[in-house]
């Protein structure tokens, strides 16, 4: 496999590394953007309210329930006939993404939300704070672990399942899987799946370093020491 790895030719091209590379973070990139536009909000609601809780609940157990292979075929089938374009191909791996990564992320936002202490919410009202001050300069500060939690195994979740992208003609590093059982070359299948897993580990690592610069140096102290 390392020879493999050191052919210049496999890096460059339509089909080399660095191209797929730069399709798979797209892909995800597009995807955690409309994730994190749709569930944060609604986060905030139920965690902030208390108010449809139980139906966000039920909602991301559902959603986590979808097979996320046969859903990109099923929608590739029922918007072949819309698109002629690739938009037939990268709409349903979009959204099969999306739904893949709202679940961590609501529940990250909300749980965080209702994690804090009662008495903090009495202390943000009795100095005078709106409902909407409580949430953004309260609630959310305090919520910054799990709010990061969640999207951090969302953003891993959808490096993981974007490889399936591959299936239904697209690119990302998956091209290398799928490609490399068609010709029986198990070197490019490994290189392929080992590049997903880099590329994982490394959004991990950058997950794990950004949590000492976001979250507050006290939130953390208080964390440590539970």
């Known amino acids: 496999m390392s020879d493999w790895f ?29 994730a994190v536009a749709i569930a944060f909000p609604v986060g905030c609601y139920t965690g902030h309210t208390g108010r449809g ?13 979808l097979p996320s292979f046969g859903l990109i075929i099923l929608l590739v089938i029922l918007m072949a006939g819309y698109f002629e374009s690739d938009m037939a191909f990268i709409l349903p791996c979009i959204i099969v993404l999306v739904v893949l990564a709202l679940p961590p992320i609501a529940l990250g936002v909300h749980a965080g939300i209702r994690s804090v202490d009662s008495s903090v919410h009495d202390a943000a009202k009795g100095i005078g704070l709106t409902p909407f001050q409580v949430l953004t300069q309260v609630e959310l500060p305090c919520a910054t672990p799990l709010i990061l939690s969640g999207i951090r195994s969302a953003t891993l979740q959808i490096i993981s399942t974007a490889t399936i992208a591959a299936y239904v003609s697209l690119g990302g590093l998956g091209r290398l899987i799928i490609d490399g059982r068609a010709a029986n070359d198990f070197a490019q299948m490994t290189a392929g799946a080992v590049l997903v897993a880099v590329l994982a580990l490394l959004v991990d690592v950058f997950f794990s370093l950004s949590v000492k610069y976001v979250v507050s140096h006290g939130i953390s102290r208080r964390i440590k020491t539970q």
């Open 6 to 34: 050191f052919t210049l030719s496999h890096w460059y091209g339509d089909d080399g590394i660095l191209p797929l590379l730069a399709q798979h973070i797209g892909y995800s990139a597009v995807a955690l953007a409309i």
């Open 53 to 65: 809780e139980a139906l966000l609940i039920g909602t991301t157990n559902a959603l986590r329930s």
